[in-house]
C-alpha cells in the first residue's frame, strides 16, 4: 500500500481497541521467566557451546604477537576463532570498525579472539591465558583538542547557512553566545548483547538481540561472505536497545565464525565491562550556540555549530540538528565538523543528534530568555513557527508546541516559580522549576506484515519487527484487533524472526507508527479477502464482534477460513507526502529540583511531559515510553559520563559500578500528558513516535532548574556537584 495522500476516516478510527490503556500481551511471559532472550534458547538447538570475547588491549596499533596455547590446552577448550584462522570477512554497512580485529587494531576492547569451550567458566578461565603483545601507535582521543581538523560531513549534513547570520548577530540589541559540552554517553541497556549460532550445512540461524533484522540478516551475511538467504536472524525478545543493537556486534559474528570452526552450536554473550568500549556509545560533542533577538524576543539570528569525533570513516553526531527547525528567525547558521578519533565506535543512541542538541540548545534558550527579561516560556512561545523556517512553503503536518507548553505550565504550577534565581529554600535545599522543549523528527519507513486468519477465527501477524521493550507486540495485536474487530485474545503477534516480511525495525521512534501501518496494510488485504468470502466489497463490509457483515448478511471469521487459512501479506510504503510536510513530534518538559545548599548536590523533585505526538495508540506503553526517556535524561543531565583516558584512549568506568544511571531512588514523582491528536500525514495509524521525543530536551529542563535553584550556570554536563561547590550562595 503505497502512502500518498493524507489519511481519511478508516477502521482505527473507530477506537475500539487502539487508543485504550492496555497491558503488554507478553508481559506474563516475560514476569515468569518464559520469554526466551538471547542467552537462553537453552532448547533450540543441542550440544551448545560456549564462546567468550577477549578485547584489544590498546586503542590503536597491531597485534606483534599471540600466543595461544595456554588457553588451548586449558580444561574444555574446542576452538579459538582469531583474526588469523577465521578466513577473510566482509565488512558490514553499519559497523565502521572490524568486529574482529587484527593484527591491525582499530579501538580499544575491539574483539580479538573467541575462546570456545564445553562450559562458560571454562571458556572464561581459558580467555585468560590467550597471550597477546601489542605494538602501540599514538592515537588522538581528544575532542577539545582535535576540533581544528574536524571536517563537514556533507552527506550527513551539509552546513545550512541561511540569511546573513554575523551581519544579523551582529546587529541584534540582545546577544548570546555561548559553549556547551555533552559527554561521551554508553546505553547500558540491561540485556548485554548476546547470540547463539547453529549451522545446517552452509545456513546459519542466529539466535540473537537485535533492533532491526533486516539490516543484521545483510550486515551478517557480507561479514561471512555467505548469501543473505543463508541467514535466518532469531530475536523475539530484547532486554533494551536504546540504538546499541541497530546492528550486529561481536557477538554474532564470533558466535557464527564459533559454531562453524566447532562444529556445534555456539552461544556468545559480550561481557558487561566489555561492552562499553567494544561497542557502540553516543559521541561526546562540543557545541556554540550564539542567539541575536530583537528586544521584543524575535529571534533575528541563529547559529548553532557543533564538533564531535569518531573513527576513520565514522559518523557525526548530529546535534545541531534541532536548530534547523525549531524556532522561527530568518538568518540562521547550522553546521556540525566531524573529528577523526581513535576511541571506540561511535553510533546512534536514544534520539541521536537531538537528545545531545536539545540539551545545548534548551539551555541557551533559558539564558536568551534571561537576557530578555522574558519569562523562557514566552519566549519559546513569540519564536514558534507553524512552518519549516528556511521554506515558509513547507508547513509542519502538525505543530502544538504552544498548547504543550501552555498545559504543562498551568498543570505543574509554573506560576509559582521565582523568576529570580536562588530565592526559595526549603531548609537546607534551594529549589527551582526549569522548562524546556521536547523536539524529535519522526520518521517514515517502509514496513511489511503478514496476517493469517485461521479456522477458529484466530489472526495471526508475522512481521520481523522487533519489541524492545517499547511494546511493538501489543500495538500491532491491537492494531489487528481493530481492523479485523476481533478481540485482542484472538490476535497472535509473532516477531523478530527474518523468515517474516521486511518490517520498518525498531530506531529512530518510527518502529511504533510504521509498523503497525505495515500490519494495517496488511489487514485492509485480508478485510478483502474475506470479504470476498461473503460475496461482498470490502468497502461494505463492518468487521465487528469476530464476524464480517454487509447488506444484512454475516459471518464468522472462522467460517471465512473454513476451507484452509487465508494468508494477506502487504506493506506500507511512504511517498512524497514527508516532503511536502515537515513531520516532527513535540513537548514540553517540566522539572522541579532541590540543590543542597552545602554539598551541591541534585535532587529531582517533579517532573512532567507533555507531548504531542500524533495518535497515542496504546497510552499505557507509550506513558512507558517517556518516562523511561524522562529517567534517561535525568541520567544524562545528573550522571552519565564515559570518561576517556586521554593517554591511552578508552572509556575509564566501563562498567555499571562506574557508569552511574539513575536507580528508583533518583527518580521521583513524574507525570505525562498527552495532547489529543491524530496527523493524517503520517500513516493511516496517524501516530508518531515518542520513545525518543521523551529524552529530548529533559536534561535541559534539570539544568534550568539547577540554574533556578543556585544562579549557577553549568554549561558542562553531566551537571555534578564539583561543578557547582565553589559557587552555591551562602547558607542562611
Ligand atoms: Mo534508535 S538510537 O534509532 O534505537
Known sequence: MKFDTPATTNPIDQGKVIGHPTSRIEGPLKTTGQAPYAYEHHNVAPNQAYGVVVGSAIAKGRIASMNLEAAQSAPGVIAIVTAANAGKLGQGKYNTAKLLGGPEIQHYHQAVALVIADTFEQARAAAERVDVTYTSTDGTFDLANSRESAVEAKEQMADTLHGDFETAFAAAPVQLDATYTTPDQAHAMMEPMASMAAWNGDRLTLWTSNQMIDWSVTDLATTLGIPKKNVRLISPYIGGGFGGKLFIRADAVLAALGARMAGRPVKVALARPLIFNNCTHRPATIQRIRIGAASDGKITAMAHEGWSGDLPGGKVELAAQPSKLLYAGENRRVTMRLSTLDLPEGNAMRAPGETPGMMALEIAMDEMAEKLKLDPIEFRIINDTQVDPVKPDRPFSQRHLIECLRTGADRFGWNQRHAQPA???????????????????????????????????????????????????????????????????????????????????????????CSTAGVYAACVKLREAVAQRLGVNADEAEFVGGEVRAGGKSMPLRNAAQSGEIVAEDSIEFGELSKKYQQSTFGAHFVEVAVDSATGETRVRRMLSVCAAGRILNPTSARSQVIGAMTMGVGAALMEDLVVDKRLGFFVNHDLAGYEVPVHADIPHQEVIFLDETDPVSSPMKAKGVGELGICGVSAAIANAVYNATGIRVREYPITLDKMLDQLPPMI
Open 423 to 513: 530565592t526559595q529554600r526549603d531548609g537546607r535545599w534551594l529549589i527551582g522549576m526549569g522548562v524546556a522543549v521536547a523536539f524529535r523528527n519522526n520518521l517514515l519507513v517502509k514496513s511489511g506484515a503478514r496476517v493469517r486468519l485461521n479456522d477458529q477465527g484466530i489472526v495471526t501477524v508475522e512481521t520481523d519487527m522487533t519489541d524492545i521493550g517499547t511494546g511493538s507486540y501489543t500495538i500491532i495485536a491491537q492494531t489487528a484487533a481493530e481492523m479485523l474487530g476481533v478481540s485482542l485474545d484472538n490476535v497472535v503477534v509473532r516477531l523478530g524472526d527474518s523468515s517474516f516480511p521486511v518490517s520498518a525495525g525498531s530506531g529512530g521512534q518510527f518502529g511504533g507508527n
